[in-house]
């Protein structure tokens, strides 16, 4: 893959990883203005490379003239872009009119990969103190599943299915047991993912194959998608009873979906709702709005088992390796972290260690 080094860091100088071209990676040096009125200077520890939406920009699976959605995005999907949206960093300097944030706060920011930014202060949120860095890159993951919990109409007792066991589907099936279901099911071809979400509390872990095969699974009351695989979809709407819910949480990007909405669809009255991170349900505005969820992501981030969502963690230089292995091998891949306080280092990466045994049952292996 080709991709230079990351250049030395200076004090107004960053290191941005940017995508060239599908599948190839650059680092560009990037002067960094003193913050302005209203910002900060932030110099990043760690950042997450998402293995859903930013796998498809990088595999050029986005229409080239779909709108940039985050301010802090440079470039186009056509080409060459800046791209990412999980950074964890300290506030090194505050522009004037600067108030809730100090120099030294740890904070994490919905910004691409890079060593030092200077961003709007409304763009960061101030972290615990005392969080691991390396977890904090987990804040755009977990308020995503903490939004598809908001949309989704779970009751005491009820049996929920998530199709993709992936970072944001194991997030949503922690916190569905959580929230009160009755039988979490988790449905991914991967053997890895699958023994995962066993060990995190899931009742059972299936192939999309077995699911399909067994009738013991179906009718369940809410089924998530967040795979990213288009059949997946159908297979949502075909699994859930008379008037289930399924919540469509994947961008498909470019990819075309096809469904089947004669049969089960129309006449079961089944409902089919996307969740975006972007709004919160309307219908919960009188006691929700952004600021109560990121509290309670805030209040979640230091509770759940998130250390245990990572495989790897590569310094910023070897990102090219990141992208690679979330690209050709994710069959053992979790989340992949990037931290921007290593060397580079030749050396292959050990195979991630064995899980511990899981409670509950996996089929399919």
């Given at each position: 893959?080709?991709?230079?080094?990351?250049?030395?860091?200076?004090?107004?100088?960053?290191?941005?990883?940017?995508?060239?071209?599908?599948?190839?990676?650059?680092?560009?040096?990037?002067?960094?203005?003193?913050?302005?009125?209203?910002?900060?200077?932030?110099?990043?520890?760690?950042?997450?490379?998402?293995?859903?939406?930013?796998?498809?920009?990088?595999?050029?699976?986005?229409?080239?003239?779909?709108?940039?959605?985050?301010?802090?995005?440079?470039?186009?999907?056509?080409?060459?872009?800046?791209?990412?949206?999980?950074?964890?960093?300290?506030?090194?300097?505050?522009g004037p009119e600067v108030s809730g944030?100090?120099?030294?706060?740890?904070?994490?920011?919905?910004?691409?990969?890079?060593?030092?930014?200077?961003?709007?202060?409304?763009?960061?949120?101030?972290?615990?103190?005392?969080?691991?860095?390396v977890l904090g890159v987990f804040t755009?993951?977990?308020?995503?599943?903490?939004?598809?919990?908001?949309?989704?109409?779970?009751?005491?007792?009820?049996?929920?299915?998530?199709?993709?066991?992936?970072?944001?589907?194991?997030?949503?099936?922690?916190?569905?047991?959580?929230?009160?279901?009755?039988?979490?099911?988790?449905?991914?071809?991967?053997?890895?993912?699958?023994?995962?979400?066993?060990?995190?509390?899931?009742?059972?872990?299936?192939?999309?194959?077995?699911?399909?095969?067994?009738?013991?699974?179906?009718?369940?009351?809410?089924?998530?998608?967040?795979?990213?695989?288009?059949?997946?979809?159908?297979?949502?709407?075909?699994?859930?009873?008379?008037?289930?819910?399924?919540?469509?949480?994947?961008?498909?990007?470019?990819?075309?979906?096809?469904?089947?909405?004669?049969?089960?669809?129309?006449?079961?009255?089944?409902?089919?709702?996307?969740?975006?991170?972007?709004?919160?349900?309307?219908?919960?505005?009188?006691?929700?709005?952004?600021?109560?969820?990121?509290?309670?992501?805030?209040?979640?981030?230091?509770?759940?088992?998130?250390?245990?969502?990572?495989?790897?963690?590569?310094?910023?230089?070897?990102?090219?390796?990141?992208?690679?292995?979330?690209?050709?091998?994710?069959?053992?891949?979790?989340?992949?972290?990037?931290?921007?306080?290593?060397?580079?280092?030749?050396?292959?990466?050990?195979?991630?260690?064995?899980?511990?045994?899981?409670?509950?049952?996996?089929?399919?292996?």
């Amino acid at each position: 893959m080709p991709a230079s080094q990351p250049p030395g860091i200076s004090a107004l100088t960053a290191s941005a990883l940017w995508l060239a071209a599908p599948r190839t990676i650059e680092f560009r040096a990037e002067s960094i203005p003193p913050p302005a009125a209203g910002e900060v200077c932030v110099q990043a520890l760690a950042s997450g490379i998402s293995a859903g939406t930013e796998l498809l920009v990088y595999r050029g699976q986005v229409a080239a003239d779909l709108p940039l959605d985050l301010p802090t995005l440079a470039g186009s999907y056509a080409f060459p872009i800046k791209y990412g949206y999980a950074a964890v960093g300290r506030v090194t300097d505050l522009g004037p009119e600067v108030s809730g944030l100090a120099p030294g706060d740890l904070v994490f920011c919905l910004h691409p990969h890079q060593s030092i930014f200077t961003v709007p202060a409304m763009l960061c949120v101030r972290l615990p103190p005392d969080l691991d860095p390396v977890l904090g890159v987990f804040t755009a993951n977990v308020e995503t599943a903490v939004n598809v919990l908001l949309d989704t109409p779970l009751k005491l007792g009820e049996t929920a299915v998530v199709f993709g066991l992936g970072t944001v589907g194991q997030l949503i099936a922690q916190l569905l047991r959580r929230a009160g279901a009755g039988r979490v099911v988790g449905v991914d071809p991967i053997a890895f993912r699958r023994t995962l979400a066993l060990t995190l509390g899931a009742d059972i872990a299936l192939t999309p194959d077995a699911f399909a095969a067994d009738p013991t699974y179906q009718s369940a009351d809410v089924a998530i998608e967040v795979s990213g695989a288009p059949s997946a979809l159908q297979a949502a709407i075909d699994c859930v009873a008379d008037e289930g819910t399924v919540v469509a949480v994947s961008w498909y990007g470019s990819k075309p979906v096809t469904l089947a909405l004669g049969g089960h669809f129309h006449r079961g009255r089944v409902r089919l709702r996307s969740s975006q991170v972007g709004r919160v349900d309307p219908a919960l505005a009188p006691r929700w709005n952004h600021a109560r969820r990121m509290a309670t992501v805030l209040d979640l981030l230091p509770t759940l088992p998130l250390v245990k969502l990572i495989t790897h963690r590569l310094p910023f230089a070897d990102a090219g390796e990141g992208y690679r292995l979330l690209d050709q091998q994710a069959e053992n891949l979790g989340q992949v972290v990037l931290e921007y306080g290593r060397r580079p280092t030749p050396r292959t990466l050990p195979p991630h260690p064995p899980l511990p045994r899981p409670r509950g049952e996996i089929q399919g292996s």
